[in-house]
């Protein structure tokens, strides 16, 4: 285990040693108090703490020191006096980041980071789930890919580790930049890129940019994995990378390769072709882009070591987290496709396309809320991409639209437009409204998709269609 000196570490977070125990070594760092071990390094993010309860948190778990902005908030005296350093810094924040760059450096292991405009945390359970076949694998926890999220992934004791795999999210010039410059990886993979964030950056061409920021943090000896089949994605790689470059999508001409592709019961199978090789596949989910999702999970397998078997094997384990095409049996035989964590208009297309093949028959019910944020500044693109989608959702064959936001009536407006007829389209403003009618457009047996950004929050209508106790008897 590396010890680092108090004199590095000030040095690396620009700081001022105010107090310190010389005989303190400091072996971690962490800035939750859940995740505090002893010969830590804690930094202190809270502008408003209550110092005497910070003060008996920290003793008890024998730490070394703290990181801390607004040290007049501090008795220096009394914290000397339990033999806990302090130094101080301009900003907390980005002492936390220096201190990530500075710990993860200590580290060898491969590390691999995973971008894109949807399917991150698909992608990245299914590489943990493929890799920990064989090796003791460290992974972001459901979708903390800010960079505090990743500082805090960073932070764990590597050293127990074989392999580390991080999903970084960005919303504005220069997230990804300082991410990507944390992590450092060795292997990083490309699901997608399209339009998500475009009302914040104005173009899909400043989204490419923004993502390309973690290109020159790769390492040169390292290796890109891309979507094949994602124009975006070949445009992304225009701005340069050096090392290995592999493209994974549905024809050969990428490295690996999809076919034969069926659905049944939620179970997708595919057989995954490289230049001298094939292998049959499923995951539990569907869609065209899962089976992407899970061609970038080979890539990674392969990379590392790992066999076509236990590709195979970690692969069939893989199981979608809460609110990203989970599969939950409702009441009166209803099965319900829980889509709700996040939307963007291509992500919500690339559902819809996959509908069709999962639906088999059944009546399909779709919740649909809105998939931008309601600002009155992103109206005009807003109202154009749901009324895009809802003449997508016209080519499907459904039973019921349930459209629910600020901007679901353009669902309502561009599936009428195409000829759906009015009694199969609903549209309300509000989660409550919405709800009050819910059940009666549900018949049994059928399937209900939710889908909608977060922050649209549908899934308050789930337990509407959750079985109960007395529903189980």
Not at 90 to 100: D, N
Not at 222 to 250: A, H, M, Q
Request: glycine share 8%.
């Amino acid at each position: 285990m590396r010890t680092f000196s108090i004199q590095e570490l000030a040095q690396v977070v620009d700081g001022k040693i105010l107090t310190w125990d010389t005989h303190k070594v400091i072996s971690s760092f962490a800035f939750r108090l859940d995740q505090i071990t002893t010969q830590c390094l804690f930094i202190v993010l809270s502008r408003r703490i209550n110092e005497d309860q910070l003060l008996d948190a920290l003793v008890s778990k024998n730490i070394s020191g703290i990181v801390i902005g607004n040290v007049h908030l501090l008795d220096i005296e009394k914290w000397a006096a339990y033999g806990i350093g302090i130094i101080q810094v301009a900003s907390s924040k980005k002492a936390v980041y220096h201190l990530a760059k500075l710990y993860r450096s200590g580290f060898h292991i491969p590390f691999i980071q995973v971008i894109g405009s949807s399917g991150k945390t698909t992608t990245k359970e299914m590489i943990h789930w493929v890799l920990k076949e064989k090796l003791q694998v460290l992974a972001t926890p459901k979708n903390a890919n800010a960079p505090l999220g990743v500082a805090n992934v960073l932070f764990r004791t590597l050293e127990h580790f074989d392999t580390a795999v991080l999903e970084v999210g960005m919303k504005q010039r220069g997230v990804m930049n300082l991410s990507s410059s944390m992590i450092k990886p060795t292997i990083a993979v490309v699901t997608c890129i399209h339009r998500a964030h475009l009302a914040r950056l104005g173009s899909i061409q400043n989204i490419i940019a923004a993502k390309a920021e973690s290109l020159h943090h790769i390492s040169p000896r390292g290796t890109l994995i891309i979507n094949g089949e994602d124009e975006n994605c070949l445009r992304f790689l225009s701005y340069g990378y050096k090392g290995e470059i592999l493209r994974f999508g549905f024809s050969d001409a990428c490295d690996l390769w999809a076919s034969h592709i069926r659905c049944e019961q939620g179970i997708t199978y595919f057989t995954a072709h490289a230049k001298n090789f094939q292998m049959d596949c499923c995951i539990h989910t569907f869609g065209k882009y899962n089976i992407g999702n899970a061609l970038a999970a080979i890539l990674v397998g392969l990379k590392l070591g790992m066999s076509p078997d236990d590709i195979i094997k970690g692969l069939a384990k893989f199981q979608p987290l809460a609110g990203r095409l989970q599969i939950l049996q409702g009441i009166h035989d209803t099965t319900i496709v829980h889509d709700h964590f996040n939307a963007n208009p291509d992500s919500t297309k690339s559902l819809l396309s996959g509908l069709p093949q999962y639906v088999n028959g059944r009546s399909l019910i779709l919740v649909m809320g809105d998939m931008e944020s309601p600002r009155p500044s992103h109206e005009d693109y807003s109202k154009e991409v749901h009324y895009k989608i809802g003449q997508q959702i016209a080519d499907l064959k459904f039973e019921h639209l349930i459209a629910v936001g600020k901007w679901a009536s353009e669902y309502v407006n561009g599936a009428a437009h195409k000829g759906i007829p009015i009694e199969k389209l609903h549209y309300y403003r509000t989660i409550k409204k919405a709800s009050a009618s819910l059940l009666t457009y549900i018949p049994s047996g059928s399937i209900v998709v939710f889908k909608g950004s977060s922050y649209a929050n549908i899934s308050r209508m789930l337990p509407l269609l959750l079985p109960t106790d007395e529903t189980q008897e």
